[in-house]
């Protein structure tokens, strides 16, 4: 612990110094506001192209649900990856400017160098998401006022989601050291390979991936809250394992 709180409070400090932290936030509290608002001038943009183009459609009124839809369908896609694009240099940084070596050779513990990238990873998804899910839900409740079902499970699915991504920034930098672009593409790889996974409906349901793509089908009814149970139990282990491998990879990584 002696060594992880110094080395927390510099995460801290140079993420702040170099706007990292403060630019999460402001691009995700951003798309809490543009989430319910485009959904609530979709129908009259959609009304007036209707019009322009000499088509007569019966346009119906925006909902919350169409709020949440618009918020799940930014943060799912845009949120994510501004956040991989922002904070996938965290570790491989350290590797090219050759930081960690000094600290490392003087006896700092290499698992508390994953641990506390980790925790700090996720303290700022944590941290944006909440920011974004409450202007979200602020502004949702403002313009219509409707209920919808499992919001907190919907908003979970997405938060768990992304701390597996997290899991998988971490372990790419320390297989690709010093290219912060191969994390970025293995980051890709893995989601393009749970994409193809999810062809198949028996395997879909337990991958990843379904808890982004079941945010909005949760909140209307056409799956039950215990259908995301599983998912979210093998998303959750699947980020333990890939952070203890990360670890066990880390400690063999040369420092010189």
Sequence with gaps: MSQMLPLFKKELIESWRNFKFAAILIVFAIIGVLSPFTALILPDILGVVMDDSGVTVEIPESTALDSYMQFFSNMN??????????????????????????????????????????????????VGYIVSALVAYVYTIYYWDESVNHLVLAFAMTWVYGLFII??????????????????????????????????????????????GNNVVLLTGEIEAGEVLWPMIITAVLTLVLLSLTILRFKKVPMN
């Design 77 to 126: 896609q845009m949120g994510l990856v501004i956040f991989v694009i922002v904070f996938g240099s965290i570790l491989t940084h350290e590797f090219s400017r050759n930081t960690l070596v000094n600290l490392v050779t003087k006896g700092l513990k290499r698992t508390n160098v994953i641990v506390v990238k980790a925790l700090f990873l996720m303290l700022v998804w944590t």
């Design 167 to 212: 899991s998988i920034i971490l372990l790419a930098s320390t297989l690709f050291t010093n290219s912060f672009i191969a994390v970025l593409f293995s980051v890709v790889a893995v989601v393009i390979v749970m994409l193809m996974a999810s062809i198949h409906p028996d395997v879909a349901e337990y991958l990843p991936q379904y808890l982004i």
